[in-house]
């Protein structure tokens, strides 16, 4: 199973969860939801070089993706899904505009 760790109040996230609704192969686990969590994802956040780059940028690293070998990736695309389009549109979770 993939877990996909993301909240629905981020347009990115909320575009890869509408793709995987229903489907059993992926786990969504909303970080806002609770602070099991929100604990869960800051743990893999802080620890993983996957977030190295979104860390320097002050982004949060989400939607991220665990998919079932344990890679740990920030890319749709490598969970078997789609990016959220450039040009869609919604508002941006980044202060500057740039993405989540």
């Known amino acids: 199973m ?3 760790y993301g909240t629905g109040s981020c347009p990115d996230c909320a575009y890869v ?3 995987v609704e229903g489907n059993g192969r992926y786990e ?3 970080v806002c939801a609770n602070v099991r ?3 869960a994802f800051l743990r893999l956040r802080d620890s ?3 977030f190295d780059a979104v860390k320097r940028k002050g982004a949060v690293g989400i939607p991220c993706f665990v998919l ?3 890679t740990v990736t ?3 695309g490598e969970a078997g899904l789609q990016p959220r389009p450039k040009e869609a549109e919604g508002a941006s979770c980044s202060i500057d505009g740039s993405g989540c």
């Open 37 to 39: 969590n929100l604990k």
């Open 17 to 19: 969860e509408a793709q």
């Open 2 to 4: 993939i877990k996909i």
């Open 28 to 30: 969504v686990i909303d």
């Open 68 to 70: 079932d070998d344990g």
């Open 74 to 76: 920030l890319r749709p």
């Open 48 to 50: 993983h070089p996957a």
